[in-house]
T-cell receptor, first 112, second 112 residues
């Protein structure tokens, strides 16, 4: 069974620090990787997606992908209290079904 | 925000009754998805659609059926609701199979 693993947290960081969120996946054929942010009681919101090995930056967010080690990470620079949320990692399967598999999420707390 | 409307937003019903949830999109996207989200399990795919009248099963499809008679509408039906189907249900859409998915606001369903 294809799995996506995340540390449930909470990950607590001070305001202004870099938050590092990690995700590992089991399907070596996976092609596309997504990070969603979900505030309590709200729906998931797409933050980043990455398809190729390496880094992809968008504002304060950087997604990092290492297919050989089967992990993907999300860095949040200059963390703000408003970044406090659950971050969901999602991986698109490598088989023809192209189904998105979600991790259970990491809860991030940014302390003022 | 992606033009996705889920209805109803909240529903309480009794075991054994039929329930239909509606997802309506204004983006003309081909792909539509139904997920459920439960504590400890993350988001799990129930069914998805890749076109009008074209649907397929997801990870947790037992007890659920779907229909898509128009591009903009995707219905999820619980034929005979059970307490184990108490959950938050999210609809998502995407332009293509490998493209990012965008989520609606969710429906909180309680089955007593």
């Amino acid at each position: 069974q294809k799995e996506v693993e995340q540390n449930s947290g909470p990950l607590s960081v001070p305001e202004g620090a870099i938050a590092s969120l990690n995700c590992t996946y089991s399907d070596r054929g996976s092609q596309s990787f997504f990070w969603y942010r979900q505030y309590s009681g709200k729906s998931p919101e797409l933050i980043m997606f990455i398809y190729s090995n390496g880094d992809k930056e968008d504002g304060r967010f950087t997604a990092q992908l290492n297919k050989a080690s089967q992990y993907v990470s999300l860095l949040i620079r200059d963390s703000q209290p408003s970044d406090s949320a659950t971050y969901l990692c999602a991986v698109l399967g490598g088989d023809s079904s192209y189904k998105l598999i979600f991790g259970s999420g990491t809860r991030l707390l940014v302390r003022p | 925000d992606a033009g996705i409307t889920q209805s109803p937003r909240h529903k309480v019903t009794e075991t054994g009754t039929p329930v239909t949830l509606r997802c309506h999109q204004t983006e003309n996207h081909r792909y539509m998805y139904w997920y459920r989200q439960d504590p400890g399990h993350g988001l799990r795919l129930i069914h998805y659609s890749y076109g009008v009248k074209d649907t397929d099963k997801g990870e947790v499809s037992d007890g659920y059926s779907v229909s898509r008679s128009k591009t903009e509408d995707f219905l999820l039906t619980l034929e005979s609701a059970t307490s184990s189907q108490t959950s938050v249900y999210f609809c998502a859409i995407s332009e293509g199979q490998k493209q990012p998915q965008h989520f609606g606001d969710g429906t909180r369903l309680s089955i007593l």
